[in-house]
């Protein structure tokens, strides 16, 4: 196995070779007041339990199925807003990059840079990220093999990334479905860097409601439990105290309710996956 690379993102570290880190929070900021109550009560589950936790937030879901859909409140309000939120909360935090002139702009507040699945393979979205310093973290398209992954690596190692990691997020299968290939993890590892499954988009059906996504909650358990015992860096969900009523993905988020068991469960199968590591590293 090639040697493991960490990133340090100010209190956590996110390690294949470590205790699992969480990246969780609503799939769009669909109002300020809404989103800081959900941070404060997901940090305060992870607080709870003792674990790693980074708070993901997003400004512009540019991807969205139909043109008439919520996309968010905008950059500069949610920027502004998340900049006096995370001093507040103490917590890391992780923003969607869309553009690479958003790239600086973001990298003022956000402690990692992600790349939606849709715009891993742009080049220039890659470097401008890159430049920033910051850590970058790069969701998988459903359309690219693990292999693939490597070239994206490439590309940010070439324009001296600081932190680089990549996410799982599901594969395209036919219309409308996605399926997780589980090899693709410890593909992905081989690579060196931290790698992260995301257990909610991975159960996304695609235009799966005609002028929206769909999608089938009841797959994050498993899914997220197998890739738990793959002995990985990290699992990102989204979650959302009524999912029915959510602006974005709601089918597919996690019920804020059900964070704290879902993870206390995780953390068991990520222990007993530390412990066989080490067993088969002897």
Known sequence: MTKQKEVKVKNVVFSNDKPLVYIAGPCVIETPEAYAAE???LKAVFAALKTPFVLKASFDKANRTSHKSFRGIGMEAA???LKDLKNKLDLPLLVDVH??????RVAEVADILQIPAFLCRQTD??????DTGRAVNVKKGQFLSPWDAENIVKKLESRGA??????????????????????????MKEFGYPVIFDATHSV????GL????????????????????QKIAGLFFEAHPNPAKA???????????????????LNRVDKLALEISDVNSN
Request: charged share 20%; glycine share 12%; net charge positive.
């Open 39 to 41: 941070a404060r009560k």
């Open 79 to 81: 920027l502004d807003f």
């Open 99 to 104: 553009d690479p002139a958003q790239a600086s």
């Open 125 to 130: 979205l890659l470097f401008a990220c890159a």
């Open 162 to 187: 600081k932190g680089i990691m990549l996410t799982e997020r599901g594969s395209c299968f036919g219309y409308g479905n996605l399926v997780v290939d589980m090899r693709g993890l410890e593909i």
């Open 204 to 207: 996304q059906r695609p235009g």
């Open 210 to 229: 005609g002028t929206a996504t769909g999608g089938d909650r009841r797959f994050i358990m498993p899914l997220a439990k197998a890739a738990a015992a």
């Open 247 to 265: 602006f974005s993905d709601g089918p597919n988020s996690l019920k804020l309710e059900a964070v704290k068991p879902l993870v206390a469960a």
